[in-house]
């Protein structure tokens, strides 16, 4: 086959598959308008038990020989996070951050980050919103991308930015003010 052909079928290719993300939004959004939605709320990330908390967030893998946390290059984590709606961990539960991140800079200061936040609360219970991104941990306030969702965020899209209210390093246990711009319908 030649070069021409390689790059007509790759063109067509290319084509199709932006007609076809083109009926579908169009399709999924058809007769709705665009809502903007704001919220804010706290996310309680425990890597190490206290009296009232259990863990929250592992360690899964990291850079051999050396120890694994949150600053060293290749650490990866997982975690299942209560979000509520103050920083103290009784007040009402909106749901959960389910994800992982791994410390991708080589200097340890920043983090690759995937969150699914399952709402269970009255007004979004069962809807989802995706994230994604690079967390400058290191900067008082990070921002990140709101990629998807479900639910009442169906086809989600904006941004999130991220504040670390509380922090003790040597239990690796912080809490996290997320305050989240969406648009969705």
Do not use: C
Request: net charge neutral; proline share 2%; hydrophobic share 40%.
């Amino acid at each position: 086959m030649s070069s021409f052909s390689v790059s007509r079928v790759a063109l067509v290719s290319i084509l199709v598959l932006l007609a076809t993300n083109a009926i579908i939004s169009s399709e999924a959004s058809k007769g709705q308008k665009l809502k903007k939605t704001e919220m804010s709320f706290y996310m309680h990330d425990w890597e190490t038990p206290t009296k009232e908390e259990n863990v929250t967030n592992i360690i899964i893998a990291g850079k051999p020989q050396t120890k694994w946390y949150i600053l060293t290059f290749g650490s990866l984590f997982a975690y299942d996070d209560a979000i509520t709606t103050t920083i103290d961990r009784k007040s009402t539960e909106l749901g959960r951050a389910h994800g992982i991140y791994v410390n991708t800079a080589l200097d340890g200061s920043d983090l690759h980050i995937l969150v699914s936040f399952l709402f269970t609360n009255k007004a979004y219970n069962g809807s989802t919103i995706e994230i994604q991104g690079a967390d400058r941990l290191l900067q008082p306030t990070r921002e990140v991308s709101v990629v998807s969702g479900t639910g009442k965020f169906r086809l989600a899209r904006g941004w999130a930015s991220i504040e670390t209210v509380f922090l003790d390093i040597p239990q690796s246990n912080a809490i996290l003010r997320w305050n989240l711009t969406v648009f969705h319908y």
